[in-house]
């Protein structure tokens, strides 16, 4: 039997097949990939706007919801379900590509939490944020990580896709499920 995750939101994939931990990990991705958009998208409206509005709110609020739970959640799936395997594999090179996405997570934490108290000042309607400070910042961290991204699906996922065993995986989604049932 395959393993699953049932996400709150979707416990099928659009063909009816259940949910399994690597589409629950690629859903994340994708969904980072328009977090990061947005939060640059944040950033000038902020500028073209002057103030903060209610759309700027509305963004920020997403923005910061989605990496306060669901990215801190997705890296907690990485660390304790893909990094391991990746770690035991004997494969230098896997291994040093494996130990810089653990240390680009500490980074990114770090960057999101110089971030998110202007994100939250904004969502709750404030204008106590630092433009210039933002305009700086946000590059930097979309780009560490779009490049984390880009590391994690051109080798990470692959490999881990070929080395995870069936019961692994089994239990994987056990354990994302049973987390995730218990955030909501």
């Given at each position: 039997?395959?393993a699953?995750?049932?996400?709150?939101?979707?416990?099928?994939?659009?063909?009816?097949?259940?949910?399994?931990?690597?589409?629950?990990?690629?859903?994340?991705?994708?969904?980072?990939?328009?977090?990061?958009?947005?939060?640059?998208?944040?950033?000038?409206?902020l500028?073209?706007?002057?103030?903060?509005?209610?759309?700027?709110?509305?963004?920020?609020?997403?923005?910061?919801?989605?990496?306060?739970?669901?990215?801190?959640?997705?890296?907690?799936?990485?660390e304790?379900?893909?990094?391991?395997?990746?770690?035991?594999?004997?494969d230098?090179?896997?291994?040093?590509?494996t130990?810089?996405?653990?240390?680009?997570?500490?980074?990114?934490?770090?960057?999101?939490?110089?971030?998110?108290?202007q994100?939250?000042?904004i969502?709750?309607?404030?204008?106590?944020?630092?433009?210039?400070?933002?305009?700086?910042?946000?590059?930097?961290?979309?780009?560490?990580?779009?490049?984390?991204?880009?590391?994690?699906?051109?080798?990470?996922?692959?490999?881990?896709?070929?080395?995870?065993?069936?019961?692994?995986?089994?239990?994987?989604?056990?354990?994302?499920?049973?987390?995730?049932?218990?955030?909501?």
């Amino acid at each position: 039997m395959p393993a699953t995750v049932v996400a709150p939101e979707q416990s099928t994939t659009p063909r009816g097949r259940p949910v399994q931990p690597f589409d629950v990990l690629d859903a994340c991705h994708q969904q980072m990939v328009t977090a990061l958009q947005r939060l640059q998208d944040l950033v000038a409206h902020l500028e073209e706007n002057k103030g903060v509005d209610g759309k700027a709110q509305e963004m920020a609020r997403a923005i910061f919801h989605f990496f306060m739970d669901t990215a801190r959640q997705h890296h907690i799936d990485e660390e304790k379900h893909i990094f391991p395997a990746m770690l035991r594999s004997g494969d230098d090179d896997l291994i040093r590509h494996t130990l810089r996405l653990q240390q680009d997570h500490g980074w990114i934490e770090e960057d999101w939490l110089e971030l998110a108290p202007q994100i939250e000042s904004i969502a709750a309607g404030y204008n106590w944020y630092n433009l210039e400070q933002l305009s700086l910042a946000v590059p930097v961290f979309v780009q560490l990580y779009q490049d984390h991204l880009a590391l994690e699906e051109s080798l990470i996922y692959p490999e881990a896709r070929s080395r995870i065993a069936e019961w692994d995986l089994n239990g994987m989604g056990r354990e994302m499920a049973q987390r995730r049932r218990a955030r909501v």
